[in-house]
């Protein structure tokens, strides 16, 4: 068996059940199916004692059976919600089935509450290769050893060499030849019951006996790791949670390539939590050495959003804007914060200008007429802007409206039409200043959006929703609403791909997008928080 098709089969459906229960709306009935698994705390499971510590990826999925059930009973899903939610059950089934496994027949009235996925990393790491292990918890240790021993005895009697051995006091039952079920050449399969709890499945004996050698070692399995037994504490609760090494984020996590190969960053920690409307998931991404000073700041925003307005589809916060917009800057948040940052807001060089020079906080507001950046003034940043534009053929000129004093540049290109003479007006940027802050507006229209207080409410309330009292507000953040956050989605690879299963609806039912960074002064500095929530119409 291919490992990728597999590992994506896997994380598909579970993300696709989540979506499937909440993701498309519909009336609740009796008890909200949110309050079933809001509440349950995040632990490491008994698997975690035979994932290693330094595997690609670990997924432990814990949910508990019969509470996930009530979950998906506790919504109506009609129509063609009904034959989606059907189709993830099926997707389920064909995720079993590619190890030769019939799920409803096999192991459903057996398999417990906790489900982990471990890819085994080798040594030299480039496209994944080192196989995987699957842990099933078990309800019935006499329903999970009859399985065992049927699961063999069907391949031995389509001719397919089984062997018996012991390792370590666990008996290993493996296959010597490929499995007939898949396309790749080399593919075998192993499984053992290591407890009355747990069942190990594994792509061969090798990978099993590996699970089984770090079992014997807590400094090397994660059960063991204190570290990570912290942070999970700290997320507080989910229904998920994803480990991946550095080097397996880019294949799997969808990071930036250049991220994945940095020597500085050793893993990322994640956890997936149920909300009323979408799913959040809050993670930390691990550093060897201690972060950058700047990003442990913490910067009074009450100003800038006091300055904001308008019906803006998106919005975004920064705290070192000159740093971010700098792609040459090698530095992880130029690599990563600022290579986001720079594809939200675009190629516009004026923003630009005013971005990459401003030392403080800084407000990003996209209105329907336009661009808005708040920012501290600085005389500097005035004189340098306006420098830039003399040179395109700007011209500064100031001017009142509605009491306001704003200063716009504009730049003027006459011609005639029939026999009238016009002047057409091509606007480089207006500036608005409010005591120590400054708001720059791409038009005069969207700059007047601005006094429009209440239409900014559904981004302040996206922004605020996704804030974390554990972390210092995340100061460099984002939030889209439904156009931009769909657009956002379809440029990260497990979304399409969780598309392909889940149809068109899905896309079609996001309301919205958050996104944020932030370091805890009171914890370890090395530790980067991320936080990102999809809510849900």
């Given at each position: 068996m291919k490992v990728r098709p597999f590992l994506t089969v896997f994380t598909t459906i579970f993300l696709s059940l989540f979506l499937v229960g909440f993701g498309f709306g519909g009336n609740v009935i009796n008890q909200s199916p949110i309050r079933i698994v809001e509440d349950q705390s995040l632990e490491l499971p008994l698997a975690a004692k035979f994932a290693p510590r330094d595997a690609a990826v670990t997924l432990h999925w814990m949910?508990?059976?019969?509470?996930?059930?009530?979950?998906?009973?506790?919504?109506?899903?009609?129509?063609e919600q009904r034959n989606l939610l059907l189709g993830m059950q099926g997707l389920r089934h064909?995720?079993?089935?590619?190890?030769?496994?019939?799920?409803?027949?096999e192991i459903s009235n057996w398999v417990g509450s906790q489900i982990s996925l471990s890819l085994l990393k080798p040594n030299d790491f480039q496209e994944f290769s080192g196989g995987w292990v699957l842990a099933l918890s078990t309800l019935d240790k006499e329903g999970a050893k009859t399985f065992l021993e049927s699961f063999w005895a069907s391949r031995s009697s389509q001719g397919i060499d089984v062997d018996v051995a012991t390792y370590k006091g666990f008996s290993v039952t493996s296959q010597t030849s490929p499995l007939t079920i898949s396309n790749s050449s080399d593919s075998t399969i192993a499984s053992s019951m290591v407890s009355e709890e747990l069942i190990l499945i594994a792509s061969s004996k090798e990978s099993l006996q590996r699970a089984v050698d770090v079992s014997e070692s807590p400094e090397n399995n994660q059960l063991g790791d204190v570290e990570l037994q912290g942070m999970t504490r700290r997320f507080g609760s989910g229904v998920a949670l994803l480990t991946a090494s550095s080097s397996a984020l880019n294949t799997w996590i969808g990071f930036p390539e250049a991220i994945s190969r940095r020597n500085d960053l050793k893993q990322f920690v994640g956890a997936l939590q149920l909300k009323e409307n979408g799913f959040l998931i809050e993670g930390l991404l691990v550093f060897i050495q201690p972060l950058e000073p700047w990003l442990q700041q913490s910067f009074d925003l009450t100003p800038l959003i006091d300055m904001a307005g308008g019906p803006a589809e998106s919005l975004a916060f920064m705290d070192a804007p000159y740093r971010l917009f700098n792609a040459e800057d090698q530095s992880f948040t130029s690599q990563w914060l600022g290579s986001i940052f720079r594809n939200w807001i675009g190629q516009d060089s004026i923003l630009e200008r005013i971005?990459?020079?401003?030392?403080?906080?800084?407000?990003?507001?996209q209105e329907p007429e336009g661009w808005i950046v708040g920012t501290q003034f600085e005389s500097s940043k005035e004189l340098?802007?306006?420098?830039?534009?003399?040179?395109k053929g700007f011209v500064r000129s100031d001017f009142v409206f509605d009491d306001d004093l704003f200063q716009?540049?504009?730049?003027?290109?006459?011609?005639?039409?029939?026999?009238?003479?016009?002047v057409d007006v091509d606007v480089g940027v207006v500036l608005s200043r409010q005591e120590e802050n400054a708001l720059w507006g791409k038009t005069f229209?969207?700059?007047?959006?601005?006094?429009?207080?209440?239409?900014l409410q559904p981004r302040l309330s996206q922004w605020l929703a996704m804030q974390n009292d554990r972390l210092n507000v995340f100061s460099n953040s984002a939030v889209f609403g439904p156009d931009s956050a769909r657009q956002l989605l379809r440029g990260w690879e497990p979304w399409s791909l969780l598309k392909i299963f889940a149809g068109p609806s899905l896309e079609s039912s996001v309301k919205g997008l958050a996104i944020g960074f932030g370091s805890n002064e009171d914890v370890d500095n090395s530790e980067l928080g991320l936080r990102a929530f999809v809510s849900f119409s």
């Open positions: 949910i508990p059976q019969e509470k996930f059930s009530q979950y998906l009973e506790g919504f109506s899903v009609p129509g064909g995720l079993f089935a590619l190890v030769g496994i019939d799920y409803e027949i971005a990459s020079g401003a030392t403080g906080p800084l407000l990003w507001l340098d802007v306006n420098k830039f534009l003399e040179e716009g540049w504009l730049r003027f290109f006459p011609h005639r039409v029939l026999e009238n003479d016009e229209a969207a700059l007047q959006s601005r006094k429009e207080k209440q239409s």
